[in-house]
């Protein structure tokens, strides 16, 4: 039942292959093949045997898509905990533990700079940040970047990676569906282009507001992307899934993603797609 | 047809069957025990009036989730009966498909103002849950919702929806149509209307599959519905690691998620009260009290006059 951990990335296992350094190594969850970690930098963290795309850590991806000199978006946030949240272990606790882990306040980054000189606003999600997970800061986020979007009549770019809601905010975090859905309707009405970059794994309910309203959608390939995670499915229907289902290939192929872009493209697919929508800005 | 009571409720069960073997012997004529049939039922009726509200009145977030489940509590389409002259329901989102989870359509609300209607339905026997898909929409449903909101809209008629889901289906179908696009659609349409918009939560609010029809200027739960992020069962399964009767009460109690931990967080605007045992036990009152809500709901939101901007306002306010 706990589709969440399937989302966790699978540990490294190293054990077997011991002539080799766990740190230097990382094994490719698809096709098993290693990887040389100094490679996956210079591949974007794809794998050298079989291309599939690893999760990648926020701040590097947005080191490589952003022009250099890109600035920090201030994001306001609420005072933490507000259900006093305890299952078999505290809310507080679980903050904690993740505000050391990724030395961030919560699971976003707001940026604001430059894709090959195109201005953008850029907002991405952190899923080593309890799974990137909607709380209340992550709303007030998509929030804040959408305003600074609309103050400065900036495209806004929104990177998605998330296991849906963050349940120790409970119903609070489920507002935040609607919260960030009236800060991008605003956004879209003033005639600036949002782009979404859905990267692996987009579930729940970031995917069932934001990450689905976008002027343009942009999935990473092989990312699962859906409203339901796998396991509640099966265990809904008790059949088993097809093949591919809910990846970025099928989300394709079922129209509601418009593109499917490796991270070598990416960059040039959002510089050109900027340019396009924004000629005829005054 | 017997009712159905729930676990919690054998005290009401215990003296509901005494009444009725009393009435029955009663009707036949025969002699019992007690001399004064007539008498001692009414006193056994007062009893079981004073059981049912001292249980109701104390119920705990996990006895409330098995209130707001209850198979006799009011639907969608009773509540369409019981308040909405006229109704002529319409159908299908002109892409895909039909969808019995959410009904749709146009009337006269208590006969008073003409408005579109977005009511789940849960069915009331097998058939009618399988046909209704046990109150779980897919995205032929939202989008269909997403349809007559717009209409609503262009015929400048206020929308009022009833929200009692599980959730949105989490089935290989609903996600091969885009089940995320449909709900987030009706995020998107909800914020974009300037007509009224009045949510009334009448049994389960479950995740963003009840979001979709709430989005609204006023948001109302009934006294025993729950309104919540995830199901109990489903948040112990993932941070218990196990449901079971011990943890599905805690994760219930932890995910606040009865209408009046929502009232205290300000995640909705009133609570209408439900009867005595519970909005089943005297459905057509339960609809009445939330007929008369909805018509003054829908009276102060046309006389604030704040359209699509002040419903943005409220939902980005929302956790800020
Ligand atoms: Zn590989």
Redesign the interface.
Known sequence: ????TDLVRPSIKTAKKRELKADVWEKCPACNGLIYEDDLKVTLFTCTHCGHHLRWNVDARLAHLLDKGFTEIEV?L?ADD??K????KKYADRLKEARKATNHPDAFRVVSGKVLGQPVTVVALDFDFMAGSMS?GV??AI?TAAQHALAHKQPLLAITASGG?R?Q???????????T??????LKEAGLPYIVLLTDPTT??V???????GDVHIAEPGAL????GPR??EQ??R?T??EG??KAEYLLE???VDMVTPRFAQRDTLQRLLAHLTAHAA | MARHYLDFEKPVLELAARIEDLRAAQERGESVAEKDLAGEIARLEVRLARVNRLLYRHLTPVQKVQVARHPERPQGSDYIEALVEDFVPLEGDRRFGADKALVGGVGRWMGKFPCVILANDKGKDTNGRLARNFGMPKPEGYRKAQRLMQMAEKFKLPVVTLVDTPG?Y???D????????A???C??TL??LDVPVVSVITGEGG??GA??LA?ADKVVMLEHSV????SPE??A?????E?NKETIP??AE????TAQD?LG?K?IDAIVKEPVGGAHNDAQLAMARVGERVAAEVAHVRQAKGGAQA???R??A???
Do not use: N
């Open positions: 039942m706990s589709w969440l306001k609420p507000p259900l949240f305890k299952d078999r209340r709303g007030a929030a809601a349940m905010e409970s119903t609070l975090s489920l507002m935040q569906m609607a919260r859905t009236a800060a991008i309707v605003a729940g309910g995917t069932a507001s934001f990450a689905m309203q992307i859906g409203f339901a509640v499915i809904t229907i059949q899934l097809p289902f809910q079922h129209g509601m | 949105a989490p089935g290989i609903a996600e091969e149509r885009g089940q995320s696009e709900i987030a659609g995020l998107e914020l974009q995740s963003g979001l979709a989005v309104y919540s992020v995830i489903g948040c399964a993932i941070l218990w690691k449901a805690l994760a932890a995910l606040k998620l929502l967080l995640i419903r943005r306002e939902f980005l929302l956790g800020a």
